[in-house]
């Protein structure tokens, strides 16, 4: 009987933590996760510098004021299933960054881009310390020398920091 109880209590935060704000989708703007360590933190093995990042608000800001798709390049970098789910519009997805397949279909993806282009990187797939997709994403691009990088920074995940916020999201494809 305290099995029963324990089990549905799980289901019941699970429901709540996970499940629970995306079916609100677009529509929630005030994220109840949300904590006060949103600070940019570069830990000393990370290929960027904070000049290197921008922040979700930055790109929303892009975005709404609807700047030409030819001043940027927008590529996600994470999982097909988040890709799917939601994503940036407009974001190209080339695949995982951590997986060999990823990073050949980011080098073709490229290819014929002026150097100087400004590409932002994003992946979203969880806490922005422990992403295994944008570091190598990253440095394939600086050592095709790619020099106008940006990296989105997510410090949560994707839902919780764009999606939850109110940004445009695209589903499918």
Request: include cysteine; proline fraction near 6%.
């Amino acid at each position: 009987m305290k099995e029963k109880k324990s089990f549905k209590l799980t289901l019941i935060l699970f429901y709540l933590a996970v499940l629970s704000p995306f079916s609100y989708g677009e529509t929630v703007k005030k994220d109840i996760f949300s904590s006060e360590s949103e600070e940019l933190e570069i830990g000393s093995t990370d290929p960027w510098k904070k000049e290197d990042v921008m922040s979700t608000q930055s790109l929303a800001d892009a975005l709404k004021q609807k700047m030409d798709k030819t001043d940027f390049i927008l590529i996600h970098v994470g999982f097909s299933f988040l890709y799917k789910a939601g994503h940036i519009p407009g974001s190209i997805y080339v695949g995982p960054g951590k997986d060999p397949e990823g990073i050949e279909t980011l080098k073709k993806s490229t290819e014929g881009f002026p150097k100087e282009k400004l590409i932002i990187l994003y992946c979203g797939c969880c806490p922005w310390n422990q992403c295994p997709n944008i570091r190598p994403a990253f440095n394939t691009l600086k050592e095709l020398h790619f020099n106008n990088l940006k990296i989105l920074f997510i410090p949560h995940d994707f839902a919780q920091d764009w999606i939850r916020k109110g940004y445009p999201v695209e589903k499918g494809r």
